[in-house]
Antibody, heavy 118, light 112 residues
Framework: EAQLVESGGDLVQPGGSLRLSCAAS????????MTWVRQAPGKGLETVAI????????YYVDSVKGRFTISRDNAKNSLFLQMTSLRAEDTAVYYC???????????WGQGTLVTASS | DAVMTQSPLSLTVTPGQSASISCRSG???????????LSWFQQRPGQSPRRLLY???TRDSGVPDRFSGSGSGTDFTLQISRVEAEDVGVYYC?????????FGQGTKVEIK
């Protein structure tokens, strides 16, 4: 069974940093574009960053450009999100997810909560 | 950016009746390869999103055939026939035709 498990969410002061990790199993991780999606409390979904299969292409939503970095390690079936200069508006549940349009399935983790607050 | 606008934002349905959710994009969602990468997700309370349909109308494995998708270009519809109690949740349309991959605001479905 396909599974994505996020970790690394925490309470951090504004201006601080965090690194999120996502461990994949049960599917061919290396064949999927991967994403980080966030959901602020009581709000909708926002794709924050995406990365292609070999990590050579990365795209970010404007609000996180220059602050967040997406990366992957296909040998370890892992996805990462390095977050710096965190702001209160970055507070959200962060989901690791596969390509929304893949005919092979759309896999999502259970989410990890990031809270940027003093 | 392709702004995705859903309507209505809230819907209350009697079990056994049908529900329809509209999703309109500010830009055509036809990719240069000819495909339209429009998907629908369901998020039940307290759960992660679950994909129902991709490429407008292809149903995911395990999704009841009560869920169907249609549309083209910029206008799309999710139809839920014979609504059941388990269909409660928020429904989102999204696309991956070009970056950024945007979501609609979500439509909250409640059961009478």
């Amino acid at each position: 069974e396909a599974q994505l498990v996020e970790s690394g969410g925490d309470l951090v002061q504004p201006g601080g940093s965090l690194r999120l990790s996502c461990a994949a199993s049960g599917f061919m991780f290396r064949n999927f574009w991967m994403t980080w999606v966030r959901q602020a409390p009581g709000k909708g979904l926002e794709t924050v960053a995406i990365i292609n299969t070999d990590g050579s292409q990365k795209y970010y939503v404007d609000s996180v450009k220059g602050r967040f970095t997406i990366s992957r390690d296909n040998a370890k079936n892992s996805l990462f999100l390095q977050m710096t200069s965190l702001r209160a508006e970055d507070t959200a549940v962060y989901y690791c997810a596969g390509d929304y349009s893949s005919p092979s399935g759309s896999y999502w983790g259970q989410g990890t909560l990031v809270t940027a607050s003093s | 950016d392709a702004v995705m606008t859903q309507s209505p934002l809230s819907l209350t349905v009697t079990p056994g009746q049908s529900a329809s959710i509209s999703c309109r994009s500010g830009q055509s969602l036809v990719h240069r390869d000819g495909n339209t990468y429009l998907s629908w997700f369901q998020q039940r309370p307290g759960q992660s999103p679950r994909r129902l349909l991709y490429k407008v109308s292809t149903r995911d494995s395990g999704v009841p055939d009560r869920f169907s998708g249609s549309g083209s270009g910029t206008d799309f519809t999710l139809q839920i026939s014979r609504v059941e109690a388990e269909d409660v949740g928020v429904y989102y349309c999204t696309h991956t035709t070009r970056w950024p991959w945007t979501f609609g605001q979500g439509t909250k479905v409640e059961i009478k």
